[in-house]
């Protein structure tokens, strides 16, 4: 159970600690800077959602496609009520929805795949 999880914690302190860096940035170019920070978000959150579905949801017969989707989505608002404590990082509604969005992607994603491969 332990190595399930942990995978889910070193994610959720790995965004926490790149929320906690002031002036992020990905790149100086200021329109390649906003795509990189966007699809960053995108992509993490796609994971994140896989990380909490697998630690919910191993070893059980009925998967919980829901409970993952609300973590991860809350997950995200935390982290943006984090930066509004950091230096020059403010709550960002469009990176919030970027994370949620996904999220949902991931979501949509993981019940595909299980479709497809109902036995993993």
């Known amino acids: 159970m332990f190595s399930l999880w942990l995978p889910v914690v070193f994610w959720c302190g790995t965004l926490f600690y790149f929320s906690s860096i002031p002036n992020l940035k990905a790149s ?9 920070r966007t699809i960053a978000h995108f992509l ?3 994971l994140g959602y896989w990380l909490f579905f697998r630690a919910l949801n191993f070893g059980k ?18 982290d943006e009520i984090h930066q509004t404590f950091v230096p ?17 992607i991931g979501k949509i994603m993981v ?6 491969f109902p036995k993993r």
């Not at 017969?61 to 935390?78: A, I, M, V, W």
């Not at 020059?88 to 949902?104: I, P």
């Not at 019940?111 to 497809?116: F, G, I, P, T």
């Open 111 to 116: 019940e595909e795949l299980l479709l497809k």
């Open 44 to 46: 993490f959150y796609i």
């Open 88 to 104: 020059t990082r403010t709550f960002q509604l469009m990176d919030l929805a970027v994370d949620f969005g996904g999220a949902f």
């Open 28 to 36: 100086q170019n200021l329109v390649l800077d906003e795509v990189l």
């Open 61 to 78: 017969q009925k998967k919980n496609f829901l409970l993952p989707l609300f973590l991860t989505c809350l997950y995200g608002l935390s």
